[in-house]
């Protein structure tokens, strides 16, 4: 039983290590692609601009610069989620009912939740308040059902 017990703990650590050393790796390449990547779509944008190749070359390319910036704030506003989640917790719920942290789902979308149960703190709700006034439902548009 004992050995049982010593091999669970080794493969914690290991799947720890794994995880971090992924994390690294994920960083280091961020750091060095994530620009490449910006700066190549931009000038394909631009190309498409200043060159365009069809009658509404010009709209489409706004168009699919504006969807690109929404799908990147998405993907920061999920991130955010996770790695604020001990944080969010603690400050903007008075109660733990619906949690901050689930993976692929925003912060908008947990202070939703958190409204329509009145389990928001006041920081919470200046918080949704003012998402709310940048875009009108704010919070209720970001809304992500998980079972």
Partial sequence: MNKILMK?????????LISIVLLCVAVILSVILYPV??????????????FPRTNNAVEKSVWYLANTIKSIALWIDQIGNVIGRDLFNKILITRWWYKFGRVQETISSVLWHNQITWTLTSTGERLANLLDKIEKDHCKKAIIYFD
């Fill in 37 to 50: 990547w910006i700066i190549y779509t931009l000038w394909m944008i631009i190309d498409r601009i200043i």
């Fill in 8 to 16: 669970k703990k080794q493969n914690q650590w290991k799947k720890l």
